[in-house]
């Protein structure tokens, strides 16, 4: 087998290998702070199961060989002292694995079938191929020899515990080869007419045409770009279950899901490169909107939950698209944007609004997506100034779609809204020098050393100048040398790995840096962009990130740190190529 095509190199340890469209991924991760000592491929429909154990064999003794696993985005390869193993996708639900010198064993990852859970194991008469069926993910396996021989086959039609799997070798001195397929019920028996080199340069293809159009600026100065986006690239399904579009989930270990937020992120990053993929990204969790205008809080094959909410973030997130898309919205896009983002906003206003309150409450710190921040410690049903200022934005959004749509009186309506919820907030929330924030039920404000009672820094020059000045002074005490700091470090309540109590997350670098810059802090904005890209460069997509060592924590495959990484290196580098040139004389 010829080298591994180019390609950024990554660990299967903290990334699967999977491609664009699959709902499969090949990992060691079986789930959250659970790893096998071998790969498996691993299936998110119907949630995360572990169906097929895969292990390159001595061919001598067929025994478990040692090997070294290295990964690029479009082939995975196990090589040991006497030969090697190849895999590479050549559809999203098929995979193909070459091997030459090493034999391989596939075995279901369960172990033991019952009348409802668990791996069936059998040999189909009509091709002949070996199939296994999960009760977990409710789909099939289906494994075909397109060359060398099956050498063992154990379990084969078995109930109840016991091994299930088949060894493949080749003959002396040759190779053999498997298709994989993961499948519904039935098809027809496999057949290709491409050799395994030809699957392998597709795939390599497939990629380097997403990249090219994801990242066409990327360069030395941002060595994480092609990661970053295969990172994207090889979480997003095709559509199917529950999930209406083609869909980025967060992530193809444990985390995967869309959230109500989170998919903000992973559309304004493929605006650009992949716009019809972000409008799909924009508009999934509105396909789930509810009868009171509320977007689920998550969303995945299998499960759409309502029992949170996530923060209003989507006007914000609609202008910044509108921006980036390379072709404008239509009217009917527009028309659907405004009639959903209407909806959405007046669910805050109504049915998150108590009786004569003019600021909206959460109703749980999960509703704000910073699940367990401080800003929550005094009680959980809170008035935030991070929520009324989102709803702000949100509202002068639908004030210019209204306009634009030719619907004066609800621009005029919306923008009048707007108005009054910011007089509220600077009234109720700002003591003078920060925002608080109060139980809805009524009681005394207080104060937390959460950066999220800085957030309100997103309405950028909408805020008074002492106000917006005074925020960035208090942002930079959170800003470590990796990036800001979600509960400051001076605080009792700072813990390293405390989720949204210390650690460094992508959505709160984002929406912080876009508006300090509209603030007219540019210097801050330039220096949160700068640390929090050489983050990722330095220790990958996370979920987040010790804000003291940089390492990365939690999920390691994360679409929306990928997303942003690759939305803050964009717009680094259109800053730096419409940059005014120096014209001072020395």
């Not at 397109?146 to 091994?163: F, I, N, R, Y």
């Not at 002068?396 to 707007?418: I, Q, S, V, Y």
């Amino acid at each position: 087998m010829t080298a591994a095509p180019s390609g950024p190199a990554f660990s299967v340890h903290d990334i699967p290998f999977s491609t664009h469209g699959s709902w499969f991924g090949i990992s060691p991760v079986l789930a959250e702070k659970t790893r096998a000592e071998d790969l498996h491929l691993v299936s998110h429909q119907n949630g995360m199961h572990p169906v097929l154990r895969l292990v390159p064999l001595d061919a001598a003794t067929g025994e478990r060989a040692e090997t070294t696993v290295r990964a690029t985005p479009s082939l995975l390869s196990w090589t040991g002292a006497y030969g090697r193993v190849d895999l590479a996708y050549e559809s999203p639900d098929t995979v193909r694995v070459h091997g030459t010198g090493l034999g391989f064993g596939i075995s279901a990852a369960a172990p033991a079938l019952t009348p409802f859970s668990g791996t069936y194991f059998y040999r189909d008469p009509v091709d002949g191929a070996h199939t296994f069926t999960s009760y977990e993910t409710g789909r099939r396996y289906r494994i075909t020899v397109l060359s060398g021989t099956v050498a063992e086959v154990s379990g084969s039609e078995a109930l109840g515990a016991g091994e299930r799997d088949l060894t493949v070798t080749a003959e002396t001195g040759g190779s053999w080869e498997v298709a994989v397929e993961e499948l519904d019920s039935a098809r027809q028996p496999y057949r290709s007419g491409s050799g395994f080199g030809e699957v392998m340069e597709a795939a390599r293809q497939s990629f380097a045409e997403f990249v090219d159009a994801a990242a066409p600026w990327r360069s030395a100065g941002t060595p994480a770009a092609e990661l970053a986006a295969y990172v994207v690239w090889s979480a997003t399904v095709r559509p199917a279950g529950l999930v209406t579009r083609p869909a980025v989930l967060m992530s193809k270990h444990w985390m995967d899901k869309v959230w109500s937020w989170d998919h903000c992120f992973n559309a304004l990053a493929l605006a650009l490169g992949s716009p019809a993929l972000a409008w799909d990204q924009f508009s999934l969790p509105f396909d789930h909107q509810d009868e009171s205008g509320a977007l689920p809080d998550s969303v995945t094959h299998s499960e759409v939950l309502y029992n949170f909410v996530k923060p209003p973030i989507h006007g914000w997130a609609l202008g910044h698209l509108r921006r980036l898309l390379p072709e404008p919205l239509g009217r009917t896009e527009l028309a659907e944007a405004y009639d959903r983002l209407t909806r959405w906003t007046d669910f805050w206003l109504t049915a998150r609004r108590a009786p004569a309150a003019t600021l909206p409450h959460y109703q749980h710190g999960n509703d704000s997506g910073w699940d367990n921040a401080t800003t929550f410690d005094p009680g959980r049903v809170m008035v935030t100034a991070d929520l009324a200022a989102l709803l702000i934005l949100q509202l002068d959004e639908l004030a210019g779609l209204a306009a634009e749509l030719g619907f004066p009186d609800d621009a005029l309506r919306r923008t009048a809204t707007a108005d009054a919820l910011q007089a509220a907030l600077l009234d109720e929330l700002w003591d003078g020098e920060r925002f608080l924030s109060r139980p809805a039920r009524g009681g005394t404000p207080t104060r937390s050393a959460s950066l999220l009672d800085l957030m309100p820094i997103v309405l950028g020059d909408r805020l008074p100048p002492k106000v917006r000045d005074r925020l960035a002074e208090q942002i930079e005490a959170h800003l470590t040398a990796f990036g800001l700091a979600t509960e400051h470090p001076g605080s009792p309540h700072y813990e390293p790995d405390g989720y949204w109590r210390g650690p460094i997350w992508a959505p709160a670098t984002v929406l912080i840096e876009d508006g300090l810059r509209r603030a007219g802090h540019e210097r801050l904005a330039d220096e949160i962009s700068a640390r929090f890209r050489a983050l990722c460069e330095t220790s990958g997509f996370a979920e987040n990130f010790d804000a003291l060592t940089g390492q990365g924590l939690r999920d390691r495959a994360y679409t929306w740190t990928a997303g942003s990484y690759l939305l803050l290196a964009r717009d680094h580098d259109h800053r730096r190529a419409n940059a005014a040139p120096d014209t001072t004389v020395i």
